[in-house]
């Protein structure tokens, strides 16, 4: 199946009725905005929010989007692998970029910036890619949700001019699986992930070695058939902390499965293992932070009025 087929509006009738217009409007500006850059390069994850940006772009500037993603310890190859499914199968030009975020001294130390340090690196080497493809700009995926938390990564993106036209045409998560699903996207209701580094609370040291740890007691959750799971790593005699939805955590606890998890994370290393009964939360690590703590890590409000072919918007 060609692009096209598979980047089109598969089915508006998907869209809830009262709400259609809304949602067509949003993603006319998005369409507006990335045809003024006359090219771009897509930083691509393969989740929600990167798929509906790619597939929109791929649309509106046929031949000049590339998706690009990065290798890397932190993003598992779990997800990698089905990034670049999903680019064959959008037929997009993909492009594999390694970006070793454990080689900035200041990343290991996991502090409250943490990921300002991890997206100035790898946007500094995605947009160098685009250069190398010839395409003018780079554009990332965040939404107008992703504002609400504690992001210092959306600094980082600022400094380097990286545009964010999913925020810049006031798209949400939920319009953005909305639109998808209109569009026929396998990802419309994929869970959300963040990078395994988000796993570790702030002041506790990342390593390869624990990295892969939780990677490997994800993927064996996931393989139970859990969807949304997170096993946060806290250095109390190696306590693995499951966060998972409601389903999820009715799944662990029944005598079945709750040995399995038992066993299994014993052999990766997890001294305790511990479900967490308020559930997944996004950035529930951030609740330890200080308000001094987050405007200390995040030199100041992100910079939104980038201009789109020299138009502030």
């Known amino acids: 199946m060609g692009k096209r087929d598979l980047t089109s509006r598969a089915s508006q009738a998907d ?26 390069a897509v930083a691509f994850s393969g989740g929600v929010d990167s798929t509906y940006l790619a597939a929109v772009c791929a649309e509106t500037l046929p031949g000049r989007c590339v998706v690009v993603t990065g290798r890397s310890a932190s993003f598992p190859a779990r997800e990698r692998e089905a990034a670049e499914a999903t680019a064959r199968q959008l037929n997009l030009r993909h492009i594999l970029i390694d970006s070793e975020e454990l080689d900035i001294p200041e990343f290991s130390s996991n502090p409250p910036n943490r990921c300002y340090l991890c997206k100035r690196e790898l946007f500094a080497k995605i947009k160098l890619a685009a250069a190398q493809a010839g395409l003018p700009h780079v554009v990332e995926a965040s939404n107008v949700d992703d504002e609400v938390d504690f992001r210092p990564g959306l600094q980082a993106l600022a400094e380097l001019g990286i545009l964010s036209p999913l925020r810049q045409a006031n798209l949400t998560k939920d319009d953005i699986r909305q639109l998808s699903k209109a569009r026929g996207l396998a990802t419309w209701d994929k869970p959300s992930f963040a990078c395994l580094a988000s796993r570790f609370p702030y002041g506790e040291r990342i390593t390869p070695e624990r ?9 064996f959750l996931l393989s139970l058939g859990l969807r949304q799971v997170r096993v946060r790593f806290h250095d109390h005699g190696d306590l693995a902390r499951i966060e998972t939805d409601d ?17 299994r994370f014993l052999e990766l290393g997890f001294t305790y293992t511990a479900a967490d009964l308020a559930g997944y939360r996004t950035g529930s690590m951030n609740a330890s932070l200080t308000a001094v703590e987050r405007k200390a890590s995040s030199p100041g409000p992100p910079q939104l009025s980038v201009a789109f072919r020299g138009r502030p918007i």
Do not use: M, S
């Open 211 to 219: 990295l892969g740890k939780v990677d490997l007691a994800e993927t």
């Open 247 to 263: 389903e999820g955590l009715a799944l662990l606890t029944t005598p079945a499965v709750r040995p399995l998890v038992a066993k």
């Open 15 to 40: 869209l809830p009725q009262a709400a259609r217009p809304a949602f067509e409007l949003k993603e006319r500006k998005l369409k507006k905005l990335l045809r003024g850059l006359g090219g771009a």
